[in-house]
């Protein structure tokens, strides 16, 4: 944090007046079942974007990058990305969301700087997205709670960025809470933070980040989504239902019992219809500290992500498959959009060392990608205070 003051005050010839801390999340189970209404329960990591800031009154954001050592001006009225740099888009994306929402930033310097893997699926720019809304919303006094500030970054993302994400992402990095999972309903926006003793139960949860490129994500991901409503057209005709509105209103037994041929349509609602009661399963097993169970859930759900959603690689089996094959990992499978990324793994806390050595090493070796792995816990989400 030190380091990000120092930047401003260099960059800006003054200091900051306050700091946003948004995090980066990992989610246990409920995979592309966000904007199908669905139940998701993802954690926030001990990863982060921090954003400082100090407000001006000349009618734009001076934004820097630390990471990048880039600057960017950017002014409300003016729509179009700035083309070429990583970074900007999201922050142009979340000053466009508040212009729209009624709330124009007037005028500020910001300097950003974070620790999030960028492309490993562990939600990058969702953190960039709430940390720079957190800081508008402090730096300008918005009557915006925590829910409007994650669909404001939804939407900037949606939008400006042109990732038709759910709002899972940018929920977690602004709601989670130390020490539980965040379970959302994805419908409502109800959410309910689920205690999550790991430590007490001796196990330890761990991303294994697999080094493999995501290209095809943003892509493959649209598409997903267009099956899904397809599918939604499909079964409200076959199942006789004008009530049904999304894969959230299709019971498990209507799905199973459908005597069809599984097309692509029809594998994604399976998925996604199953992979909501495999959340909602998830959290009795949470309740009464059941975490083979919870094991066997995130097995389930890697399995259902690969064949009926088709959203996994080899590269991300792989993983899986090794992580599974030892006794010491109670449950592993892909986590986030998949293509490439990350995978979460529960594992007994006294043998992560061997984790390194039987899943990582091997990976390494017969994949030659530098994957790595990072034992996590959950941390709190969106933070704010004055410097
Ligand atoms: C990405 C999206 C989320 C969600 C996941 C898949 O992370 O940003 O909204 O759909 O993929 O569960």
Redesign the pocket.
């Known amino acids: 944090m030190q380091a990000l003051v120092s930047a401003f005050q260099r960059e800006f010839g003054r200091a900051p007046e306050g700091i946003a801390e948004a995090p980066g999340r990992v989610?246990l189970i409920g995979?592309?079942?966000?904007?199908n209404d669905g139940l998701?329960l993802p954690f926030a990591i001990d990863r982060s974007v921090l954003c400082a800031w100090a407000p001006h009154d000349e009618g734009v954001i001076d934004a820097y990058s630390a990471d990048y050592a880039e600057h960017a001006r950017i002014e409300a009225s003016v729509t179009e990305q700035s083309k070429g740099s990583a970074w900007a888009p999201y922050v142009r994306g979340v000053v466009t969301a508040l212009t729209d929402a009624g709330h124009p930033p007037s005028g500020a310097d910001i300097a950003i700087a974070g620790d999030v893997p960028q492309g490993a699926?562990l939600?990058s720019s969702a953190a960039l997205e709430v940390a720079v809304a957190g800081a508008f919303r402090d730096a300008f006094g918005l009557p915006l709670d925590d829910v409007a500030l994650a669909q404001l970054s939804q939407r900037a993302e949606n939008e400006f960025v042109g990732?038709q994400?759910?709002?899972?992402?940018q929920f977690a990095s602004a709601l989670s809470r130390r020490d539980h999972a965040l379970l959302i309903d994805c419908r409502t926006l109800a959410y309910q933070h689920i205690p999550l003793r790991l430590e007490a139960s001796g196990l330890a949860v761990v991303v294994a980040n697999s080094a493999a490129s995501r290209t095809l994500a943003g892509s493959a991901?649209n598409e997903r989504r267009r099956d899904c409503d397809a599918a939604v057209a499909l079964l409200r005709e076959r199942l006789g239902r004008d009530d049904l509105h999304s894969l959230r209103d299709v019971s498990i037994a209507e799905i199973i019992d459908l005597d069809v041929a599984w097309t692509p349509p029809l594998r994604r609602a399976r998925h996604v219809v199953t992979e909501i009661a495999r959340v909602a399963a998830a959290v009795e097993a949470l309740a009464a500290d059941d975490f083979a169970g919870f094991g066997a859930l995130m097995q389930e759900s890697h399995l259902s992500l690969r064949d009926d959603y088709e959203v996994s690689s080899r590269e991300l089996d792989l993983l899986v498959g090794l992580a599974t094959a030892q006794e010491y990992v109670l449950g592993a499978r892909l986590t986030?959009?998949g293509f490439g990324g990350c995978t979460v793994n529960l594992v007994r806390a006294d043998r992560i060392d061997a984790f390194e050595r039987d899943v990582i090493a091997p990976y390494r070796e017969r994949t030659g990608l530098p994957a790595e792995m990072y034992v996590t816990a959950p941390h709190d989400g969106l933070r704010t205070w004055r410097v």
């Open positions: 989610n995979e592309h079942v966000d904007y998701v699926g939600s990732v994400c759910g709002i899972m992402d991901y986030g959009a």
